[in-house]
């Protein structure tokens, strides 16, 4: 196998960045929101209209919402805004930019004096400006790396020589000792919304794409098309190879097994990038698509004032709250404006999604991840991935990978390790979810604002649930020894050290719920027993769970009583 290391001159900037920008004029006005009373129906038509929303909805994403509200999951919240009050704002004469459920509201492109009538609708509530974010330019030229033709390479499988230079930013969360395991994330749908995505890298090109839309332009395009800005898809493509990545010999995501939901929501140009709106479009529509996580490395604070990040006033912020309460598992990027406090973007502030910080592989805390509190004075980040030097594919290359800096590189890394976790487990609903990995990172004892519960360790979750085969569990799941998976997981606390396009839903997987046993394991509501049997363990390859150790860390036990009592509930 061939390897070159020419230099080329890009080095990734995430699209998580703050500015305060003047508007030129009075005149002209940024896209705002349009917040409604109510939802314009009497109560026989508000039933009614329920009951139609139900049937639109995938199969996948009714389940989870039954399994986790524990009601019929459906409600107010799903029901467009009313017709006639959406068409009373047009009259007008402001143009429809987009349109949200959840929070009943629309945003649209109008001047001053079309937003003075729209405010004047008795209708209307509250007007807002849609947040905006901004690019920058490329920074210092850095490593890049060639891999052969994917069509070459061999099957995937857990051999240390298999992750090329993606190794160690894997190892620092333990992720081989969860691939060691068989976990792949098969089974698992994830969302993941940006900038556009490519799948022609080596990387991409078997990625399970099982639905996908561009908000933008309205179609199922999610890569480069006529009239994007050049590069659109850049900074997506970098972080799906960063989650689902497959290329072996070369490079690997995370969780290379998973499915995925693409939306393109951002405009990478930097004339008027507003997308607030269609980040919450996009979120809704994944949701209702069925996903089981969803990730993104996207953020917005133009509008927002380091007190408004409160968990309850950004609108991003708002709309990744309701997803929360529907079941969907968010991972979120901090940002990149630290090292000062309070340096959130929306929807990291988000209580109940998982925010992420960035690390150096040393598992120190980088200078530009932001750091909490959320104004409310909630401990923000929850947990920290590398996202310092972090090997990507290259978006303009079919072979080529470089390195990146980022919280935008270090959340598609937390979240893959979360949907290798969800395979493990497929009953984790948000708050397990979060309190599971809070509890398995290395600042778990005494969480702050830079790090937050610190560096995740994914080998706890499974290693706690259950005894692997053997008496070393670091070890027992470790093929031939070649994936470094006995590695001390002592962190450091002073320094936060780590643990060195079809829009169908036809052909989604089941995973959810206890019988799902092709999602490759179940939990119990109890914590008195798992099976968790990986690769083929009757010839000595992979790892067996099969009884529940006898000693267990409470924090660590929080997760599954906490489903055990759901269980109990449902």
Same mark, same amino acid.
Not at 246 to 275: H, Q, R
Not at 290 to 313: E, I, M, N, R, V
Not at 362 to 377: C, H, I, K, L, Q
């Given at each position: 196998?061939?390897?070159?290391?020419?230099?080329?001159?890009?080095?990734?900037?995430?699209?998580?960045?703050?500015?305060?920008?003047?508007?030129?004029?009075?005149?002209?006005?940024?896209?705002?929101?349009?917040?409604?009373?109510?939802?314009?129906?009497?109560?026989?038509?508000?039933?009614?209209?329920?009951?139609?929303? #139900?049937?639109?909805?995938?199969?996948?994403?009714?389940?989870?919402?039954?399994?986790?509200?524990?009601?019929?999951?459906?409600?107010?919240?799903?029901?467009?805004?009313?017709?006639?009050?959406?068409?009373?704002?047009?009259?007008?004469?402001?143009?429809?930019?987009?349109?949200?459920?959840?929070?009943?509201?629309?945003?649209?492109?109008?001047?001053?004096? +079309?937003?003075? =009538?729209?405010?004047?609708?008795?209708?209307?509530?509250?007007?807002?400006?849609?947040?905006?974010?901004?690019?920058?330019?490329?920074?210092?030229?850095?490593?890049?790396?060639?891999?052969?033709?994917?069509?070459?390479?061999?099957?995937?499988? #857990?051999?240390?020589?298999? /992750?090329?230079?993606?190794? *160690?930013?894997? &190892?620092?969360? !333990?992720?081989?000792?969860?691939?060691?395991?068989?976990? $792949?994330?098969?089974?698992?749908?994830?969302?993941? !919304?940006?900038?556009?995505?490519?799948?022609?890298? #080596?990387?991409?090109?078997?990625?399970?794409?099982?639905?996908?839309?561009?908000?933008?332009?309205?179609?199922?395009?999610?890569?480069?098309?006529?009239?994007?800005?050049?590069? +659109?898809?850049?900074?997506?493509?970098?972080?799906?190879?960063?989650?689902?990545?497959?290329?072996?010999?070369? /490079?690997?995501?995370?969780?290379?097994?998973?499915?995925?939901?693409?939306?393109?929501?951002?405009?990478?140009?930097?004339?008027?990038?507003?997308?607030?709106?269609?980040?919450?479009?996009?979120?809704?529509?994944?949701?209702?698509?069925?996903?089981?996580?969803?990730?993104?490395?996207?953020?917005?604070?133009?509008? /927002?004032?380091?007190?408004?990040?409160?968990?309850?006033?950004?609108?991003?912020?708002?709309?990744?709250?309701?997803?929360?309460?529907?079941?969907?598992?968010?991972?979120?990027?901090?940002?990149?404006?630290?090292?000062?406090?309070?340096?959130?973007?929306?929807?990291? &502030?988000?209580?109940?999604?998982?925010?992420?910080?960035?690390?150096?592989?040393?598992?120190?805390?980088?200078?530009?991840?932001?750091?909490?509190?959320?104004?409310?004075?909630?401990?923000?980040?929850?947990?920290?991935?590398?996202? +310092?030097?972090?090997?990507?594919?290259?978006?303009?290359? +079919?072979? #080529?990978?470089?390195?990146?800096?980022?919280?935008?590189?270090?959340?598609?890394?937390?979240?893959?390790?979360?949907?290798?976790? @969800?395979?493990?487990?497929? *009953?984790?609903?948000?708050?397990?979810?979060?309190?599971?990995?809070? !509890?398995?990172?290395?600042?778990? =004892? @005494?969480?702050?604002?830079?790090?937050?519960?610190?560096?995740?360790?994914?080998?706890?979750?499974?290693?706690?649930?259950?005894?692997?085969?053997?008496?070393?569990?670091?070890?027992?799941?470790?093929? *031939?020894?070649?994936?470094?998976?006995?590695?001390?997981?002592?962190?450091?606390?002073?320094?936060?050290?780590?643990?060195?396009?079809?829009?169908? $839903?036809?052909?989604?997987?089941?995973?959810?719920?206890?019988?799902?046993? &092709?999602?490759?394991?179940?939990?119990?509501?109890?914590?008195?027993?798992?099976?968790?049997?990986?690769?083929?363990?009757?010839?000595?390859?992979?790892?067996?769970?099969?009884?529940?150790?006898?000693?267990?860390?409470?924090?660590?036990?929080?997760?599954?009583?906490?489903?055990? @009592?759901?269980?109990?509930?449902?």
């Amino acid at each position: 196998m061939r390897h070159e290391h020419p230099r080329f001159f890009w080095r990734l900037a995430t699209l998580i960045l703050s500015g305060m920008p003047t508007l030129a004029s009075a005149a002209e006005a940024p896209p705002s929101w349009v917040f409604f009373a109510d939802r314009g129906r009497d109560h026989g038509a508000l039933s009614v209209a329920i009951d139609d929303r #139900a049937t639109e909805l995938s199969p996948r994403a009714l389940a989870r919402r039954k399994r986790v509200r524990g009601d019929r999951g459906v409600d107010a919240r799903d029901l467009a805004p009313a017709s006639a009050y959406v068409a009373a704002v047009l009259g007008t004469g402001a143009r429809l930019r987009s349109s949200s459920r959840w929070l009943n509201a629309i945003s649209v492109d109008a001047d001053t004096t +079309q937003l003075a =009538a729209i405010a004047a609708l008795p209708a209307v509530v509250h007007l807002q400006p849609v947040a905006r974010r901004r690019n920058v330019a490329p920074l210092a030229p850095l490593r890049s790396h060639d891999s052969p033709d994917l069509a070459a390479a061999p099957h995937w499988s #857990a051999d240390a020589e298999d /992750y090329g230079v993606a190794f *160690d930013q894997l &190892d620092l969360l !333990q992720i081989p000792f969860l691939h060691n395991c068989g976990l $792949t994330g098969a089974g698992v749908v994830v969302g993941v !919304q940006d900038s556009g995505f490519s799948l022609q890298h #080596a990387a991409l090109m078997g990625v399970d794409v099982i639905a996908a839309h561009d908000f933008i332009n309205d179609d199922d395009i999610v890569a480069n098309e006529p009239g994007d800005p050049k590069g +659109q898809h850049n900074h997506g493509t970098m972080v799906l190879s960063l989650l689902a990545g497959n290329d072996p010999g070369n /490079y690997m995501g995370a969780a290379p097994g998973i499915s995925v939901i693409l939306s393109k929501t951002e405009d990478s140009s930097v004339e008027e990038p507003f997308e607030e709106d269609r980040f919450v479009e996009g979120l809704e529509w994944t949701e209702s698509m069925g996903a089981d996580l969803f990730t993104t490395s996207l953020g917005y604070a133009d509008w /927002y004032a380091p007190q408004d990040l409160d968990g309850k006033t950004a609108v991003t912020t708002k709309a990744a709250a309701v997803a929360v309460a529907q079941g969907l598992i968010i991972f979120s990027a901090v940002g990149n404006v630290g090292p000062e406090p309070m340096t959130l973007m929306a929807p990291s &502030d988000a209580d109940g999604l998982i925010a992420v910080g960035a690390v150096d592989f040393d598992g120190v805390v980088a200078e530009f991840s932001s750091r909490g509190p959320s104004a409310d004075g909630r401990i923000k980040p929850d947990i920290a991935a590398p996202g +310092q030097d972090v090997w990507v594919a290259s978006p303009n290359s +079919q072979v #080529a990978y470089g390195q990146g800096d980022g919280t935008s590189l270090a959340t598609p890394l937390a979240a893959g390790a979360a949907a290798l976790l @969800m395979e493990a487990f497929p *009953d984790l609903d948000p708050m397990s979810m979060r309190a599971m990995l809070q !509890q398995s990172s290395s600042l778990a =004892a @005494m969480p702050n604002n830079d790090l937050g519960w610190g560096v995740l360790d994914a080998r706890l979750p499974v290693a706690t649930f259950c005894a692997c085969a053997g008496d070393d569990v670091a070890s027992a799941c470790a093929d *031939d020894g070649d994936s470094d998976s006995d590695s001390d997981s002592d962190g450091d606390a002073s320094t936060g050290g780590g643990t060195s396009g079809d829009s169908s $839903t036809d052909d989604i997987p089941t995973s959810s719920g206890p019988d799902a046993s &092709d999602a490759g394991g179940s939990a119990s509501s109890d914590g008195a027993t798992a099976d968790l049997t990986r690769g083929a363990a009757d010839e000595g390859e992979g790892c067996t769970c099969s009884s529940a150790r006898e000693t267990w860390s409470p924090a660590l036990l929080l997760p599954w009583l906490l489903l055990g @009592m759901r269980r109990r509930r449902a």
